[in-house]
């Protein structure tokens, strides 16, 4: 494979240049595959970017996230149409009194929500939009709390989606054997410095004593200044009261059954049976509407499904062109054993937020970084917890990534709005981290 060097960083310059130019992150991604495309087999580049869009399309990970993104979507309307996210709505009214009490309720419907980081963002910016709005909250600052809470607390908990992928990256790379699994990322919890701070900056956030800064501040100003979106639904069409069972039993369900199976695809198929016998005989909906909603959900997740295809082509093109090696390549000869935990948090961030793409990237980042840390003698689990905390890191930063885009969905704005009002406040979180690292080095190296 030829070395394009720093010439591998262009697709992803020309998609966040073009984003913030036209404020559309699907075609912006679409720009930098092309990009890299060229780069990659020059005038002849429709047929081998064709095969990296059916190769993206076809893989089994692709038809599992358009599942799993549809589908929710479908869940997410039969809870509006059944009124019970109205009737969750009224009862988060009674409880959240103001800005703080609405934030810190967010804060913690995220943190009980731990098994998948999917489902706590959609989860919470679904339920709380409404709760949200009335107190003028911008839309942003509950898209940044969703998703800075999903992934951060799913990264420390070792039975959720998250942690079990990072324990078979610790077996994968014979940090332990498989019987150890769970005990050695027990082990590296007190390393996971990012998700850790991440969690306490979103709670200070949440309450008022972390001043929120830069284009986050500017959203209060206009949010205070405009009337709040506030869609109040106390009844049903039919006259019946929305009930907030209605949206809670079957979230309970979908939870219970994702920690049962692990397998978050199985508890939305299973719920949306459940959601049929629970609204049906309440005549709620007719079984044509039921239907009919269901499939008008699936088709409102069509541009979070674009975002995020094109997400992965990206990640491609970036793998194709070296950009991953040529990143870990570049610094590998400059760290020394107590830099390496902060070089590599600081490295697999970056190269996360770039590809746009976090597991993939932390599947890449293991097998390499850990070797050098085992050769240079420095303290393995301090730097797996660096991969580990990276990797949440970049899907809280990458504006176009998955978690990203669903955090955006359902608090419905745009993607850039994130990216402008979100990254100036993960500033604090990623600079204690940092110097964590550096610290933790110099001490446990």
């Known amino acids: 494979m030829e070395n394009y060097g720093v010439l591998s960083l262009l697709p992803v310059v020309v998609v966040i240049v073009l984003v913030f130019f036209t404020r559309r992150t699907a075609v912006s991604l679409l720009a930098g595959t092309l990009v890299g495309a060229v780069m990659l087999y020059g005038a002849g580049f429709p047929k081998p970017w064709l095969d990296v869009v059916y190769g993206v399309m076809g893989s089994d990970l692709w038809i599992w996230l358009v599942l799993v993104c549809g589908l929710f979507g479908s869940l997410v309307a039969l809870f509006e149409a059944s009124g019970g996210i109205q009737g969750f709505t009224a009862i988060a009214g009674r ?7 609405t934030l810190l309720a967010s804060w913690l419907l995220g943190i009980v929500i731990f098994v998948d980081d999917w489902l706590s963002i959609l989860s919470v910016g679904t339920a709380m939009r409404r709760a949200t709005d009335r107190f003028h909250i911008p839309r942003e600052m509950l898209a940044f709390l969703s998703n800075v809470t999903a992934s951060s607390v799913c990264v420390i908990v070792p039975t959720s989606t998250w942690g079990v992928f990072m324990i078979s990256q610790l077996v ?3 940090v332990c054997t498989t019987e150890a699994g769970m005990s050695t990322f027990v ?3 007190p390393f996971l410095f990012y998700p850790l701070v991440a969690l306490l900056c979103g709670l200070l956030y949440a309450v008022g004593i972390l001043p929120k800064v830069g284009p986050m501040r500017k959203a209060y100003t206009l949010a205070r200044a405009q009337e709040a979106h506030v869609e109040e639904a106390p009844q049903q069409e039919s ?3 929305p009930h907030a069972l209605n949206f809670l039993l079957p979230l309970v369900l979908v939870t219970a059954v994702t920690i049962a199976t692990r397998e978050i695809l199985y508890g939305i198929l299973l719920c949306l049976v459940f959601c049929a016998v629970l609204y049906l005989p309440q005549k709620l909906l007719t079984p044509g509407a039921y239907l009919d909603t269901a499939m008008t959900g699936f088709k409102g997740m069509i541009g979070v499904l674009a975002i995020v295809t094109c997400a ?7 793998s194709l062109l070296g950009m991953p090696e040529f990143v870990i390549g570049a610094a590998k000869a400059a760290i020394s054993p107590q830099l390496l935990p902060a070089a590599a948090f600081l490295i697999v961030t970056v190269l996360a937020v770039a590809a746009g793409n976090f597991w993939g990237i932390c599947a890449i980042a293991f097998p390499v970084i850990i070797p050098i840390a085992q050769a240079m003698d420095a303290n ?3 730097t797996a917890g660096a991969i580990i905390s990276a990797t949440a890191a970049g899907s809280h930063i990458c504006f176009f990534g998955s978690e990203a885009t669903l955090a955006c969905s359902a608090a419905q704005i745009e993607n850039v709005r994130y990216a402008q009002a979100a990254i100036p406040m993960l500033i604090i979180p990623v600079g204690v981290s940092i110097l964590l690292y550096l610290a933790a080095g110099f001490l446990v190296g």
């Open 187 to 189: 082990q590296t919890l």
């Open 172 to 174: 994968a790379t014979d």
């Open 380 to 382: 393995v689990l301090l």
């Open 239 to 241: 006259g019946k009261k």
């Open 95 to 101: 409880i959240c009194k103001g800005e703080k009490q």
């Open 312 to 318: 992965f082509m990206l990640r491609d093109i970036n």
